[in-house]
């Protein structure tokens, strides 16, 4: 009972850190254009330097599973900053995702995957607005990704496709994606 006791306060404490790292970040971030993916393909605010290191994996990190928290970069084809989010892979196949963009144009995002071979693929949904707040339309992410660095790192591709409120593609945007894990210590 003890030992439980124990393991929740940790589990509470290692939360709060994570969500407080999350909203610092957050604090740092310029506005987009629509959804929780940025559009304007210009400079994006990333953390300081020594934020990303400190967040880094831990030993105990749950290796070989995507499961878990990342740090993620995507990139364009044309190799343009597009993103970059916190995710959160779930072990019961969902996936949330909040990116450094304004919350008013969409900065939460959710998704599926599942492992296929070597590979982890999701899908990904959202929905974007302007900066008046209103509705653009819904956005998927569909990426292929393969798990590197003893699990504490990911790479692949992604296709970002955004769309008006009748369904008709309005931007396209292909490019790679890398992320870091986040760990506790």
């Known amino acids: 009972m003890i030992a439980r006791k124990a393991n ?11 969500v ?4 610092s970040f957050m604090s740092l971030t310029t506005a987009a254009n629509a959804s929780c993916f940025d559009h304007a393909r210009g400079a994006i605010a990333t953390a300081p330097s020594g934020l990303i290191a400190k967040l880094a994996a831990s030993p105990t990190a ?9 740090d993620v970069i995507y990139t364009t084809s044309d190799n343009q900053p597009f993103q970059e989010s916190y995710d959160m892979w779930h072990r019961d ?4 995702e909040t990116a450094n963009v304004n919350p008013i144009v969409g900065n939460v995002c959710i998704g599926v995957w599942e492992k296929v071979g070597s590979e982890i693929h999701l ?3 959202g929905w974007g607005f302007d900066t008046a ?3 653009v ?3 998927t992410v569909d990426d292929v990704i393969v798990l590197g660095d003893h699990g504490n790192s990911y790479s692949g591709s992604f296709d970002f496709k955004q769309y008006d409120t009748n369904g008709k593609l309005l931007q396209e945007v292909t490019g790679t994606v890398s992320a870091t894990r986040i760990g506790v210590n």
């Open 137 to 139: 339309g819904a956005f």
């Open 62 to 70: 749950a290796h070989g599973t995507i499961v878990g928290l990342w």
């Open 93 to 96: 196949g969902t996936e949330l």
């Open 123 to 125: 899908h990904h949904v």
């Open 20 to 23: 407080l790292a999350i909203l």
């Open 8 to 18: 929740t306060t940790r589990t509470i404490k290692h939360t709060i850190l994570i």
């Open 133 to 135: 707040g209103d509705l």
